[in-house]
């Protein structure tokens, strides 16, 4: 048997190896016309995502902008590839692969037969974004439209209005919260005399330019709130209020006095519970000294604390409407008193301690005395009006003497100048010319 196959294979063996190889050939020829090698592109195959919460877990969100699909060509027999569908190829992308600042995620595709080679396929990078995800905090503005009825105001900022929540906060991709600016609630307050409610009012959400952001087109943000719990603004009545004229005092011994005073705003315009406007018939403001001050000079009061101060007093919420004037200046102009001359008599004077049958005149029969007052007072004055007094109790005898004077002016009026001795003669009165008493 040995021998057998060693000849076998030593004689002819050119000739037998040729007809291997035909066989083979003539094989590969039969099998590639019943099931030949052709190529094939298989449409629609899904493109997965592998460890798709690694993004998440770093408090980050990706933003696919590549359609999640992909074409493969593939090869191999006929009867195998003819037969392939989407479910036989794994088009996937890794998120432990991404480099966020590439923006691209890289595409693989296999396919579950090892008899067919991709050749190619149609997506090789998936376009992506990477971005952090944030939160942030939103102060809603209340916003009212409308106008309240005749004789009413709604208060901008008004710290009475009730508003629940105050604030709401949204999370999610940066590029999404960057559009929303700001968060607001609208409230209708046409023809209002009253506080008006808005509970359940939608909170509306606005961009840099004003226009509404809908949140149902940013499906990747969460909002603590949506709708107000509680919304509810006061409507206040308003009242023009008289300002009372401000007391200036003076000292009665200056040389200046208040020849005028005024407010450069008279009245105010207060809103507040109508029922407590009512009985606010005037504003009353502090007094102010003028004793020290030579020049005009100005006061200013701050009106919003005097709404303060009528605030707690009647424990209601008072201020000032919209565009009034927040404080008003006091000014008050001083003039220096004049100074007139009267002539004084012994009819001025009163003789005290005068000994009885004893006599007093003047030596020159009259004085010049000077008073200093305001304009109006002096108008008024007359020499009977000045009271002189000498202490004549240590004259006992006749004759002529200086005696020291003590003058008197009424109320308001000050001797600015007078001698303060006068020449007197002491005469019996039965020998007296002209007496005097």
């Not at 009545?237 to 300002?243: D, G, K, R, T, W």
């Not at 102009?333 to 005068?354: A, D, H, L, V, Y």
Request: with cysteine; glycine share 6%.
């Amino acid at each position: 048997m040995l021998d057998f196959v060693k000849k076998f294979f030593s004689k002819n063996l050119l000739l037998k190896i040729f007809s291997v190889v035909f066989s083979f050939c003539l094989w590969v020829m039969v099998v590639n016309q019943q099931d030949p090698v052709t190529t094939e592109t298989i449409h629609n195959i899904p493109i997965a995502i592998q460890n798709e919460n690694y993004f998440e877990e770093q408090h980050q969100h990706v933003t696919l902008e590549s359609e999640m699909r992909l074409s493969v060509t593939v090869s191999g027999r006929r009867s195998i590839v003819e037969n392939l569908t989407a479910d036989n190829f794994n088009a996937y992308i890794d998120y432990l692969a991404v480099q966020p600042e590439e923006g691209r995620a890289e595409a693989s595709c296999t396919v579950d037969d090892r008899n067919v080679t991709v050749k190619h396929q149609s997506v090789s990078y998936v376009r992506l974004n990477v971005e952090d995800i944030v939160s942030k905090e939103y102060t809603i503005q209340l916003r009212t439209e409308g106008t309240p009825a005749e004789g009413y105001v709604v208060v901008a900022q008004d710290a009475y209005a009730v508003m629940e929540p105050s604030v709401v906060i949204l999370s999610g991709p940066q590029s999404q919260i960057d559009r929303i600016a700001s968060a607001e609630a609208v409230l209708d307050v046409q023809d209002a005399s009253d506080t008006v409610s808005g509970k359940g009012k939608a909170i509306t959400f606005l961009d840099t330019d004003g226009n509404p952001v809908l949140l149902d087109e940013l499906e990747d943000v969460s909002y603590s709130a949506k709708v107000m719990m509680q919304l509810s603004v006061p409507v206040y009545f308003v009242q023009e209020v008289p300002i009372r004229t401000v007391e200036v005092t003076e000292d009665p011994n200056s040389e200046y006095y208040v020849d005028s005073s005024s407010l450069s705003q008279e009245s105010v315009q207060l809103y507040g519970p109508k029922n407590v406007l009512a009985g606010i018939t005037e504003i009353e403001l502090a007094a102010v000294s003028a004793a020290d001050k030579t020049t005009t000079f100005q006061q200013s009061y701050d009106l919003a604390a005097v709404c303060t101060k009528l605030s707690q007093e009647y424990g209601v919420h008072i201020g000032l409407v919209g565009g009034s004037a927040s404080q008003t200046t006091l000014t008050v102009n001083m003039k220096k008193k004049e100074i007139r001359s009267f002539s004084i008599t012994g009819q001025n004077f009163t003789w005290q301690n005068s000994v009885k049958g004893k006599t007093y005149t003047l030596t020159d029969g009259s004085a010049i005395v000077q008073i200093q007052g305001k304009p109006s007072a002096l108008d008024s004055l007359t020499s009977a009006n000045i009271r002189c007094m000498a202490d004549v109790g240590a004259l006992t005898e006749n004759g002529t003497y200086e005696v020291s004077i003590v003058y008197a002016a009424p109320e308001g009026l000050k001797v600015y100048g007078a001698p303060q001795t006068l020449s007197i003669v002491v005469a019996d009165e039965d020998t007296a010319g002209t007496a005097q008493s």
